[in-house]
């Protein structure tokens, strides 16, 4: 029996440089950086002072937040997560006011590495000042972690599976890739899937106490998120949320929907911190593995990928994961796909990288484009020895591609990839 | 702080917490926080801290418990402030 087809209907994205699906559309074919200088993170003696941090203002809040919900909100991650998933929602044609009866056959998945840090700060001093009794009935929903989801679920009335994955940097993929299992599965008709990452000093600051962001780039922030190139010094800490309205083909016809792209299928894996993989780095092995049970499942042949949204942080890391996609699908040199990194546009947003990556993903299907790379005039010699440098587009190229192949990878040696085509 | 004072405060208190218009609009010393103004039962808390926050004052747990409707809320506001 042939497998259920499950198509993309809707997207949202709240990014650095767009907090618009249109604008950020716009950002990313002209090359716009949403990366830029924080004075609070200079004030705080971070070694690195930049970020990508999307900009909007308290008003706007007030579209998407009801009175009660805006008191006492703190919570940057539930902010962007809630914004993008309802654009998402209504982008898809489907209703903005609940009905009495959930929706039973259409869930949400949205996923997060941790939700609500300056609420949860704001807690920490008042539990340690011994005052827990003003902490107010809101902490707690600010700061579970699968508060996004269910802020959502209540929002817009789902009644199917509503839950909050996380693994890392690969989250916003692996979200995308539950609700296509769920929907291959005859369990829902519909999943809001997305991811969203916090932003702050306390999200960032571990980061920057692992010396992988880089730190020359305080007065040049545009500069700064190099992947590919040989100057790459370290991922730029960014945040944000993505999020796509997943459907079955039949659901999607049924109600007219506008579709954007078709899943395919793909992969979710583990390097389990074996053979050089650890919690910070991969095991290559599981990475080309991920990769080849994805192209597998989605029932197609390597060299049917017209396109890779890659991973690439901008850490000596990027030569490792090209070679990775070179063995993996077999193809190198002037035969391997054209290849983009969103994150020399906006960094890297961490739990919401991978779905913020995904609506670029669709853009470039629906629209036909492939984003130019940003600071990658210097490829990297170790990568310009396994592909040909003009698969890595330093501007936007106007063409067609027909099917793209989406990964993240994460801390704890996790990977996720995701096979998008035209529709 | 006459009754009616004391009564005009709490409405604005707990007007952002209201999802029953009509209840607001008909507002009495009879009126039940759940039963006829639809607050959400955990945003009793919050209506009791901004509370102690308007009238500087604190509310114990046993007050807190009582304070479900509009007399209530007033008699332990009052017994609140005679005790300052």
Not at chain 2, 45 to 72: G, H, P
């Amino acid at each position: 029996m042939s497998r259920r087809r499950v198509v993309v209907t809707g997207l949202g994205v709240v990014a650095p440089n767009g907090t618009s699906v249109s604008k950020f559309k716009e950002a990313i074919q002209n090359l716009d950086s949403g990366i830029r200088f924080i004075e609070e993170l200079k004030d705080l003696k971070f070694s690195c002072q930049i970020a990508g941090l999307p900009l909007y203002d308290d008003d706007y809040l007030n579209n998407y937040f009801n009175s009660i919900q805006l008191r006492g909100l703190k919570a940057s991650g539930l902010e962007y997560g809630v914004m993008a998933g309802i654009d998402a929602w209504l982008d898809a044609g489907l209703p903005r006011i609940p009905s009495e009866t959930p929706l039973w056959d259409a869930g949400v998945i949205f996923g997060t590495g941790i939700l609500g840090v300056d609420k949860f700060r704001e807690a920490i001093y008042k539990v340690d000042q011994g005052n827990v009794r003003r902490l107010g009935s809101n902490t707690v929903l600010q700061t579970m972690a699968s508060g996004i989801s269910a802020f959502l679920s209540g929002m817009l009335g789902c009644g199917n599976v509503v839950t909050t994955n996380s693994s890392a940097c690969s989250t916003g993929t692996e979200a995308i890739l539950m609700a296509y299992d769920r929907i291959v599965n005859s369990q829902a008709e519909i999943v809001l899937a997305g991811s969203t990452s916090d932003s702050g000093p306390y999200v960032w600051g571990g980061f920057d106490a692992m010396r992988i962001l880089p730190y020359k780039y305080n007065d040049d922030p545009t500069k700064a998120s190099r992947p590919m190139s040989a100057s790459a010094g370290g991922f730029v800490p960014g945040s944000g949320a993505g999020a796509l309205v997943i459907e079955s083909l039949d659901s999607a016809m049924a109600r007219k929907a506008t579709i954007y792209a078709e899943i395919l299928g793909g992969h979710v894996n583990c390097g389990a911190q074996q053979n050089g993989g650890s919690m910070t780095a991969p095991n290559n092995e599981a990475v080309q593995r991920c990769i080849k049970k994805a192209v597998q499942h989605a029932e197609i042949h390597a060299d049917d990928i017209d396109a890779i949204n890659g991973h690439l942080t901008a850490t000596s890391k990027d030569p490792v994961e090209i070679n990775n996609w070179c063995e993996a699908l077999g193809r190198k040199k002037s035969d391997f796909p054209y290849i983009n990194s969103l994150k020399s546009h906006v960094g890297h947003c961490l739990a919401a990288s991978g779905s913020i990556e995904s609506v670029a993903t669709v853009l470039q299907l629906r629209d036909g484009f492939i984003f130019g790379n940003m600071n990658c005039e210097d490829l990297h010699p170790k990568i310009e020895a396994l592909i040909d440098n003009r698969q890595v587009p330093l501007k936007t190229l106007y063409t067609s591609p027909n099917i793209i192949a989406k990964a993240s990878f994460g801390f704890g040696d996790v990977n996720a990839c995701v096979i998008f085509k035209k529709y | 702080m006459n009754n009616e004072k004391l009564l005009l405060k709490l409405k604005t208190i707990i007007t952002p917490y209201v999802q029953n218009e009509e209840g607001l609009n008909n507002l009495s010393e009879e009126t039940d926080f759940i039963q006829d103004l639809e607050i959400n039962s955990a945003n009793l808390v919050d209506v009791v801290l901004d509370v102690e926050d308007e009238f500087d004052i604190e509310i114990d747990n046993e007050s807190m418990e009582k304070m479900l409707t509009v007399k209530a809320s007033i008699e332990v506001i009052e017994g609140k402030l005679a005790a300052k």
